[in-house]
C-alpha cells in the first residue's frame, strides 16, 4: 500500500509521544496523589487529626483548602478595589506598597506648642510728685521809717511844701536877704504857677501876710512863710496837718511866678517870729541849706506824706 506524501511523518511523531504521554499520565496521577494527602498532613499537624474518620478527615481537608482559595480570592479583590479610585483610574503605590495620601504631603507632625512665658509686669515708675512752686514774694518797696517829728534842734521835721514826689528847684540871689536863708522854688515837674502848697509840717495859720502869704505856728517857737501865692485856702486860726493843701503857686508881688519860702525861729520868745531878723538856714526832709547865688542849685524830691 502506498503511504501518502507526509503520512509517515505524522505517524512517526505518534509513536513518539507515546512514551511522553504515559510519564505525564503518571506525573498527574502523582499529583492527586499528594494534593490529596496535604489535607491529611496539614490536619494532622493543626491537632485537628485525632480520632476522626477517614471520611471526616477528607471533608476537613477540603474545607481547608476551600477556606484558603477563598481567603486568597478576597485578597486578590481587597487590593485589585484599592488599586484603582472611585474614577476608575489607578491609583499609584508607594515603593512599599502603600497608597499615598491623596494631597501627596506628608501627614502634619504634631508639634508641641510651648506654654507661653510669663512676662514680668514692669515695675511702675514712681510719678514724680509735682511740688506747687512757691509763691514769688515779691520784694516790698521799703516804707521809710516815719519821719522823726521834731529835730535835735527842737524844730518840726519840716518836708518839701509840694505833693509827694515833686521835683523842685532849689535857687537864690544875691537881694535876698540874706540870700543863705530864704530860698524860691520852681516846679521840674511842670508849670511852676498853680503847683499846690501843702504844708511844711502840722500846725495853725497864724496869719496872711503880703504878697500873697500864709504864716503858720508849729510850736515851740518854731514858724514857716510861704508868699506870692496866687490863692490861699486857709484862714487865721485854722489847724493844718502835714501836707494840706494851703494854696497854689502864683506870682503874686513879683515878675515870675515861684514859691517863696522861710523857716523862722521865736529866738526872743516875745511869741512872735520876727523876718528878717530870726530867720535860720532851713532844715528840709533832714538836710540843711545855706545856699548862694554863686552855687549850683539842687532839685529834690518831695517826700511829703509819701
Known sequence: MRRKPGQHRAERRRGQSGPFRRIAVTAGAAALVVGAASP???AYKAGRFGDATADGATTLAADSVGHQVTASRERE???????????????????????????GSPSPTASRTAPPTATAKP??????????????????????????????????????????????????????????KKIDFFNEDGETRG????????????????PGGVKLDHGNGWYTLYLHMEERDVQPGQK?????????VGSVGTGIAHLHYEQIYD????????????????????VKYALHESDHFPV???TNSC
Not at 502840722?202 to 503880703?210: F, R
Open 77 to 103: 479583590r481587597d487590593r485589585a478595589s484599592r488599586s484603582y479610585d472611585r474614577h476608575g483610574h489607578k491609583t499609584p503605590t508607594s515603593g512599599d506598597g502603600r497608597t499615598p495620601d491623596a494631597t
Open 123 to 180: 515695675t511702675p515708675t514712681p510719678h514724680a510728685t509735682k511740688v506747687a512752686p512757691k509763691p514769688t514774694v515779691t520784694a516790698k518797696a521799703k516804707v521809710p521809717a516815719p519821719a522823726k517829728t521834731v529835730l535835735a534842734d527842737g524844730r518840726p521835721n519840716f518836708q518839701l511844701p509840694v505833693a509827694c514826689g515833686t521835683h523842685l528847684e532849689f535857687t537864690t540871689y544875691a537881694g535876698h536877704a540874706p540870700e543863705d
Open 300 to 302: 529834690v524830691a518831695s
Open 40 to 42: 491529611w498532613v496539614a
Open 240 to 248: 493844718v496837718a502835714l501836707g494840706q493843701r494851703i494854696g497854689l
Open 267 to 286: 529866738s526872743n520868745h516875745d511869741g512872735w517870729g520876727a523876718s528878717p531878723g530870726e530867720i535860720t538856714n532851713p532844715v528840709i526832709q533832714g
Open 195 to 210: 503847683t499846690v502848697v501843702r504844708a511844711s509840717a502840722a500846725g495853725v495859720v497864724s496869719k496872711l501876710s503880703d
